[in-house]
């Protein structure tokens, strides 16, 4: 099965490290993120490798050219300037009944076995990882005359279920493809016509956008925890 990793994007959040790196090339724990990517999927079964690349795709072929690491990785130029949606779309030729598609910056311990298994048992065409929001910010806890009752110091918000990547889609979904945008524009299309469902994830996830979460990340593996390493 074919996971196609958008690779695409400019990172304009993460700038001014993304002006001369693409963003998938930006270092956690030593490595490139888009290798800790690669390497999740490659622990649970996964050595197909499709990067709809855009922005330096230079950089990319350089480092992949020759790289031998038991996973068959091709890069495709899907234009510089192409949205998320137009990335994925450009791949069609390129993958097979079942594909799965996700972000080249977001770590995450998904089980895929699971997560396949629940794309199976529904009759949608996509279906997308999600995890439970954390809120930026502390969280008061407020009566009615203004009391604060509690402070929550960014807490997990369980009520709100981000996406997270890690989606599955059928082949079948391009027929429906509407949009440039794969967030905004082809999700809320899919999600109209009722061909959307999510596999709710209550583990570990992160995502790289900024340097400040540069430092999480290597805060976080310090003492050799990589806590995105799901255990099969």
């Known amino acids: 099965m074919k996971v196609v990793i958008l690779c695409g994007g400019k990172g304009i959040r993460a700038f001014p490290f993304t002006e001369y790196l693409p963003k998938p090339m930006l270092p956690v724990a030593g490595s490139p993120i888009i290798m800790h990517v690669i390497k999740g999927f490659l622990d649970q079964g996964f050595d197909e490798f499709l990067l709809a690349a855009g922005y330096r795709q230079d950089v990319l072929n350089d480092y992949f050219e020759g790289k031998e690491f038991g996973a068959n990785v091709e890069v495709l130029d899907t234009g510089e300037e192409t949205d998320t949606g137009g990335r994925v779309l450009a ?127 290597d805060e976080v593996v310090r003492n050799g925890d990589y806590p995105w390493t799901v255990k099969v």
Request: some cysteine; charged content about 25%.
């Open 91 to 217: 791949c069609r030729e390129h993958v097979g009944d079942t594909f799965i598609a996700t972000y080249s910056d977001g770590l995450c311990d998904v089980p895929l076995a699971r997560l396949l298994d629940f794309h199976h048992s529904h009759d949608g065409l996509a279906t997308i990882t999600s995890v439970a929001m954390y809120s930026q910010y502390g969280v008061l806890d407020v009566n009615g005359d203004g009391k604060v009752r509690a402070l929550r110091e960014k807490p997990l918000l369980h009520e709100h279920w981000i996406n997270a990547g890690f989606i599955v889609f059928d082949k079948e979904v391009f027929d429906h493809w509407e949009g440039e945008n794969l967030e905004s524009d082809v999700f809320g299309h899919l999600v109209e016509k009722g061909l959307v469902y999510t596999y709710r994830h209550e583990g570990f996830f992160k995502s790289l956008d900024s340097y400040k979460d540069q430092r999480e990340f």
